[in-house]
Structures are given as structure tokens and as C-alpha cells.
């Protein structure tokens, strides 16, 4: 019992919430390791390293917590493990605060009572407020009361007497009437209460379980994203480059025409299916089980030769070529194409 009010308190949702914005704040504000490292332990621990060594004393925190591979990150099991079991004892709850409505709405105000003032029988399942005093006032000015104080709060207002029947039978024997009177043959009606039911937001409360659903199917569906799911981050793409990774059998391909009828595309190969997506405007498509999204972020120059020779070089590389793509990452990058058989280069800022 203890365990399941220590689900129900608010400290655990905003400890949750808290710990996605950081999460969320990450992903947009901090570098995030390319999916394709994943498979090179060496080779993301050295990327996350020089990472972090951009962001002083605060890089360690930060690849400590592992806000730089949110995808792998502590918090976000952390915050996964949370809402789990959060989520479940919230819905719990809702439907046991439904049931409790159902019961409420059941419940026959007409009813004859055993006592007076006894209590309506309502599910237990989450704890009610009863309250029983005494008001030196006619029973009917403070049914009025009442009827006018519950009219204001809620949107529902139901009224109906109730009798009391097993209040005639508790009454002493000397105080009964004798037998062959006139009060025998028309015994008095047996005495009433008056009962007021408010309802107030019903079909609300069929819409928050619904709700708890909808978070606990996104947790789920999380969990089988990190546990079955991958991510690959290729490197901004030349035009005419190509990128490949064995492990998930995908080639990217940068497509150019020297003529004007055809445009740049981007071919996406993933395990015999084969797509083409435009690279003028940001684009995502399904391959088969997995979904490609293209952007054009980063500014490229194509290079030719007019007549098709090969006559172009890049620096450090003897293979000439007719064409060569460029593409700059970052401003102020800077890319040479040499000319051999002219003895000169081109510089591109």
C-alpha cells in the first residue's frame, strides 16, 4: 500500500518531466553521437570525448550523464523505469475513480435507508470525504441550503426523500400504540431523509484513462524503439558522393545529371528496396521497415568538365576525374580541386 501511494504522488511525475525537458533539451542543443558509431565502441567514446571538451568543466557532466547519445543515455532509461510504473498506478487510479462514478451513478436515491443518516455504499477504492453534523434548522431550510450550494458547484443536481423503515421497529414497546386503536389500523408513514446527488465533469472522467493509455502505449512503444530500433547519421553528402554502411546493408547515393532535364537526387538502397528523394527540400520516406529523412542544410559546388575528361583531382589523391562535388560543413570551410595537367589549383571558401 505504501509502495502504490508513493506511485500516486506528484513528486515522481515532475521528477519525470524534469528529467525529459533535459532530455529534449539535449537533443536540439547538444551534438549527438552518429548512429553509425554506435557499432565502433573506440570510435564514440574518442568523437564523445573531443565532444566534450568543447563545453570546458561541464563536458564531463554532460558525457557523464550522456546527453551527448541521448538515444543511449541513463536519464532516458532512468526516465523510462519511471513512468512505467507511474503511468500504470495513474491509470489504476482513474479507472478506480470511474468505477467509483459508476457506483455513484447507480445508486438509487430512493433507496430506503436502515438508519438515519446512513451511509451510502460506495466502492472504497479511493478515499472519500464524509462529513455528519448537526444544524439547528428545520430539516427542509437546510435541504435548501445545501440543494442551492451543490446547484452552484456542480452541473448535475439529482433530489428525492428516502424512507427510513427500520426506525419504527427500534422504538420501545411503551411507547408503541396499543392494540385496537385507530393508530393501529393507520400506522404513521414511516420517516424520510432527503438526499442530494451532484455530479459535476462525468464524461471527463471516461477521457483520463484514455489518456494514461495513450502515455503508457508511447512508453512501450519507446522501449521497443531503443530495443529493437537503429539510427544511422550519415556525413553531409557531397554532389556525387555515396555512403555506405555494411552493418545495415544502406547505400546513399548523391545522384547529379549534367543536363538540366534531370535534378540532383539522393538514391536510398536498404536491403533490396530502393527509393529517390529530391535533395531541394527536406523529404522522408519508408523503406521498407526503416523511414529516410533528407535535409538540405549544407552548402555544395559540382564541378565538370565540359567535355567529360577526367582533369580534376582533389589534394593528396593521383585519381583524376571529370566531376567532384564539394561540400562545406561549416562556415568558413574550405575545399581545393587541382588541375594537373595545367600545373594549377582551385581554392572554394
Known sequence: MRFWNWLRRPWLAILAGLIGIILTVAVFQ???????????????????????????IWGNLLL????????????????????????????????GILRQLRGLQSYTL????????????????????RWRG???????TVANLLDEKIAADFATVERAEAPIVDLLPSVPPAARPESGTDSESTPPPPPVETRLRGIRLARLLYLRPLLMIGLLAAV?????????GWQITAPPM????????????????????????????????????????????ATQQRVGLAMVQMRPTHPAVWIIVEDGSPRLALPGRSELRSS???????????ESVLLPDQGAGLRVV
Open 134 to 140: 448537526v444544524i439547528d434548522a428545520a430539516p427542509s
Open 220 to 228: 512501450v512503444g519507446a522501449w521497443i524503439a531503443l530495443a529493437f
Open 238 to 281: 557531397a554532389p556525387g558522393g555515396s555512403y555506405r554502411s555494411v552493418n545495415r546493408n544502406l547505400t546513399l547515393l548523391y545522384t547529379m545529371s549534367p543536363t538540366a532535364t534531370v535534378g540532383p537526387a539522393l538514391e536510398v538502397r536498404l536491403q533490396g528496396e530502393e527509393v529517390t528523394l529530391p535533395v531541394d527540400q
Open 30 to 56: 547538444l551534438p549527438q553521437l552518429p548512429g553509425q558509431l554506435v557499432y565502433e565502441p573506440a570510435t564514440a567514446a574518442r568523437w564523445q570525448l573531443n565532444i566534450s571538451t568543447a563545453y570546458g
Open 64 to 95: 557523464a550523464l550522456g546527453l551527448f547519445d541521448v538515444l543511449r543515455s541513463p536519464l532516458l532509461y532512468l526516465l523510462l523505469a519511471l513512468l512505467l510504473p507511474t503511468l500504470a498506478a495513474q491509470l489504476a487510479d482513474q479507472l
Open 110 to 129: 430512493t433507496t430506503p435507508a436502515p438508519t438515519p443518516g446512513a451511509e451510502i455504499p460506495i466502492a472504497p477504492t479511493r478515499t472519500l470525504y
Open 324 to 334: 567532384i562535388g564539394l561540400v562545406f560543413a561549416t562556415p568558413g570551410s574550405e
